[in-house]
């Protein structure tokens, strides 16, 4: 693996940063597992002492279900490297670990894939796929629609829907079939595969200690890495200062940089996270590894100030549901209410 600074000129176009980052690529195998045994052996050992606190206080098995809850997104952020077989320099191995992290994150793995490689290939162009994305409707295209359809569309776009009804829907149910993939047998396969492994899981907490590890410990902490998933999916791509284009003028690596966010997370929330606020990056070279992400803001200082939003900024961007191309940003269903009552 390459070490040191790696210098680059000022750089006029998105696309000129690929060559520069491409030198990242390469995946340190001893390092990536160690991201693996830092990450699942906690989560498996907070789960052995959530189940041993069942005889005891349900405060305490709830308080070990946020830790369990915070590996869980963990586990899902070394799963997405896998994903992009950025973790591991073998692509076989990348998937092997991949498929395990993704029974234990309810994510069918080559399903997963699939549908998240339509998203870096479509991220920011409003007429592209929005299969594994959030569906953005310019201003125009919302009112064009019939009553029944807006009301669908604000309901999706309700923060509420966002944060507290999509979580469980999108990994307990929607994960469960190949949606938008259901004529291809392998994708059937992966959420099957995941399927009957879960239940088996499942099946042995019940047979073991009937619903008590299921109720109190599988079902909250699940709930949790989900919930906290969508929160850091959903800021990565909608905020104010995103940019999104119409087919005919989106360019992927343009969007890529510009339309993805920088979190500003405190550091043990960005470990957790496997830097994966660090997504201008992310998006402009995938293979590169997470662990590697921050040797590039390291090495580039241009890019370490770009797209920068706090926590509180990433909340206030749930209301942000339609791109306004005049304006060229998001904006909230009341703005545009308002904006049309003054024509």
């Given at each position: 693996m390459e070490t040191g600074?790696?210098?680059?000129?000022?750089?006029?176009?998105?696309?000129?940063?690929?060559?520069?980052?491409?030198?990242?690529?390469?995946a340190d195998d001893a390092r990536a597992w160690r991201e693996v045994a830092v990450t699942l052996g906690p989560f498996l050992a907070l789960w052995v002492?959530?189940?041993?606190s069942l005889d005891g206080p349900r405060w305490v098995t709830l308080a070990l279900t946020v830790g369990i809850g915070l590996f869980l997104m963990r586990l899902f952020a070394l799963q997405h490297?896998?994903?992009?077989?950025?973790?591991?320099?073998?692509?076989?191995?990348?998937?092997?670990?991949?498929?395990?992290?993704?029974?234990?994150?309810?994510?069918?793995y080559t399903t997963w894939r699939k549908m998240h490689a339509t998203h870096h290939e479509n991220s920011g162009n409003l007429d592209g796929d929005f299969m594994g994305d959030l569906i953005v409707l310019t201003v125009d295209r919302y009112r064009a629609l019939d009553p029944w359809r807006r009301l669908a569309y604000r309901i999706y776009r309700n923060p509420l829907f966002i944060m507290i009804?999509?979580?469980?829907?999108?990994?307990?149910?929607?994960y469960r079939i190949p949606v938008g993939l259901m004529g291809q047998r392998r994708y059937w396969a992966s959420c099957m595969v995941n399927n009957?492994?879960?239940?088996?899981?499942?099946?042995?907490?019940?047979?073991?200690?009937?619903?008590?590890?299921?109720?109190?410990?599988?079902?909250?902490?699940?709930?949790?890495?989900?919930?906290?998933?969508?929160?850091?999916?959903?800021?990565q791509h909608q905020w104010q200062?995103?940019?999104?284009?119409?087919?005919?003028?989106?360019q992927v690596h343009e969007a890529a940089l510009h339309g993805s966010s920088q979190l500003l997370l405190p550091g043990w929330m960005t470990w957790f996270t496997a830097n994966f606020p660090i997504h201008h990056v992310h998006?402009?070279?995938?293979?590169?590894?997470?662990?590697?992400?921050?040797?590039?803001?390291?090495?580039?200082?241009?890019?370490?100030?770009?797209?920068?939003?706090?926590?509180?900024?990433?909340?206030?961007?749930?209301?942000?549901a339609l791109w306004d191309p005049t304006q060229r940003r998001l904006i909230s269903f009341r703005e545009a209410h308002g904006r049309a009552a003054q024509v």
């Open positions: 600074t790696i210098t680059a000129p000022e750089l006029a176009h998105a696309r000129d940063w690929v060559p520069v980052l491409a030198k990242y690529r390469e002492l959530a189940w041993g490297d896998c994903g992009h077989a950025a973790l591991f320099r073998d692509r076989r191995m990348n998937d092997r670990i991949g498929r395990l992290f993704g029974v234990l994150t309810l994510s069918p009804v999509s979580p469980p829907l999108l990994f307990y149910v929607l009957g492994v879960l239940a088996v899981i499942l099946g042995a907490m019940y047979f073991a200690r009937g619903w008590e590890p299921i109720l109190w410990i599988f079902i909250p902490s699940t709930l949790l890495g989900a919930v906290l998933g969508i929160w850091i999916f959903y800021c200062g995103a940019q999104f284009d119409f087919g005919e003028d989106w998006h402009l070279y995938a293979r590169i590894p997470s662990y590697r992400l921050p040797e590039v803001l390291r090495d580039h200082p241009q890019l370490e100030p770009m797209n920068k939003i706090t926590v509180g900024q990433s909340l206030a961007a749930l209301n942000l």
